[in-house]
């Protein structure tokens, strides 16, 4: 993708998109030869970048004008729901991102400080910057610069927030999963990072190894684990000059956020006890919890008892609206065996299938059960505290009617 040479050009392409914006862009590639005045790769961009924008970034799709990059990048970038929480963590009157990219998350950071620098290698991504961040009532710097270079040489000062988005991939596109192979490797820039920000805010992949993570970065004051719709999205490291002891964990799923300092004593959890009778509930915790492994201060901070040690599922006996992921209704309770599962599942075609802890993976389970994917019936695969295989068939617990 090219950015177009002057604004007369742009505002003719853009208006190009605008009209074409329902059109199949494939389609639209193919007859490309009958406007020969159109950059057609950069009109295919923008039809289809406001398409992801409409559900992603649904400010920026609301706003006239505004230019995306490239589809992978659009995909790649964070969601405005995302991006709004993380601009709760700035710090100070001064925020520099050195990592740029597209701007999603500098563009709601930024409203959080005075002054604002945007730093960016990429030439048309800083292009796309200038052009969009007037449109979004941004007021910032755009530099274009290599995050070291512009840290070591263009920094001088004390600043209030540093943020960081490391790519993730090499040069040959590969993912990569250790951060010293992230670019940039903050794990050498940490030293000149704690000498010039109060507040460092480093975003990496969710599946990341957190333990690693906090050995190799030290001043981690603050972990936040963030999920969009129950799907885990991003890690935020936040760090300061000051030394710390352990960081405390914010496990973010939407509107609920989960917090838990990992150096206070949390004593054993209870487990279930087998019993099914009366009403039953069982829990599943949100991406968040999962991935931050902390199973234990859940169940101490909500009152809850375990399924047993490593099958992540909590059972109790009242409802919980404040639980920290979905709540279930349990139907029926039954084991592996033949009779039992054919009556319990009698009348049940179609079901929402999980396990946790469970010799079976879930698609392999529902072959099992003979039950097709969809419906308002959830059914676990788990394992108790004794090593007993269960089948848990549950119900979404709704609130509303309660």
């Given at each position: 993708m ?62 006239q ?9 659009m ?8 991006a709004?929480?993380?601009?709760t ?31 960016e ?31 070591q ?13 490391p ?17 940039p490797?903050?794990?050498?820039m940490l ?18 190894d ?31 000059p ?21 150096s ?24 968040s ?5 902390c ?6 901070c909500v009152g ?11 059972v ?21 065996n ?21 010799p ?5 389970l ?5 039950v ?31």
């Amino acid at each position: 993708m090219t950015f177009p040479e002057d604004n007369n050009q742009l505002d003719h392409f853009l208006q190009f998109a605008d009209a074409h914006q329902a059109d199949d862009p494939q389609k639209l590639a193919l007859m490309a030869y009958k406007y020969p005045g159109v950059d057609m790769t950069f009109v295919i961009d923008q039809i289809e970048g406001r398409r992801i924008a409409t559900s992603k970034l649904p400010q920026w799709a609301a706003t006239q004008g505004i230019v995306y990059p490239p589809r992978v990048s659009m995909e790649q970038c964070s969601s405005e729901q995302a991006a709004l929480y993380k601009a709760t963590l700035v710090a100070g009157d001064t925020l520099i991102d050195l990592t740029g990219g597209l701007g999603v998350d500098f563009s709601y950071m930024a409203r959080r400080a005075a002054h604002a620098t945007y730093v960016e290698q990429q030439d048309l991504l800083c292009r796309i910057a200038e052009h969009n961040f007037p449109l979004l009532g941004i007021h910032a710097d755009v530099v274009q610069d290599e995050a070291t270079h512009f840290l070591q040489e263009r920094v001088n000062q004390s600043v209030g927030t540093i943020f960081l988005d490391p790519a993730r991939r090499d040069n040959h596109g590969q993912r990569v999963m250790l951060m010293q192979d992230c670019s940039p490797d903050v794990t050498t820039m940490l030293p000149m990072l704690l000498a010039k920000a109060q507040r460092i805010i480093i975003k990496l992949a969710p599946m990341l190894d957190i333990s690693l993570a906090l050995r190799q970065l030290h001043h981690v004051s603050q972990v936040h684990i963030v999920s969009v719709a129950g799907q885990c999205r991003e890690l935020l490291l936040v760090l300061e000059p000051i030394a710390h002891g352990e960081p405390v964990f914010y496990c973010v799923n939407d509107d609920n956020c989960f917090t838990f300092d990992p150096s206070l004593p949390v004593p054993d959890p209870s487990y279930w006890d087998g019993d099914t009778s009366g009403t039953l509930y069982l829990h599943e915790p949100n991406a968040s919890v999962m991935t931050a492994a902390c199973h234990k201060p859940v169940a101490h901070c909500v009152g809850i008892c375990m399924m047993a040690p490593t099958s992540h599922l909590f059972v109790s006996r009242k409802p919980l609206e404040h639980f920290p992921g979905r709540s279930f209704v349990v139907d029926t309770v039954t084991t592996m065996n033949k009779r039992a599962l054919a009556q319990a599942l009698r009348g049940i075609d179609h079901a929402n299938v999980a396990t946790r802890n469970f010799p079976l993976r879930a698609p392999d389970l529902a072959r099992r059960l003979g039950v097709k994917d969809g419906g308002d019936i959830f059914i676990f695969g788990t394992t108790s505290s004794d090593g007993i295989h269960l089948i848990f068939i549950t119900h979404k617990l709704s609130f509303s009617v309660l």
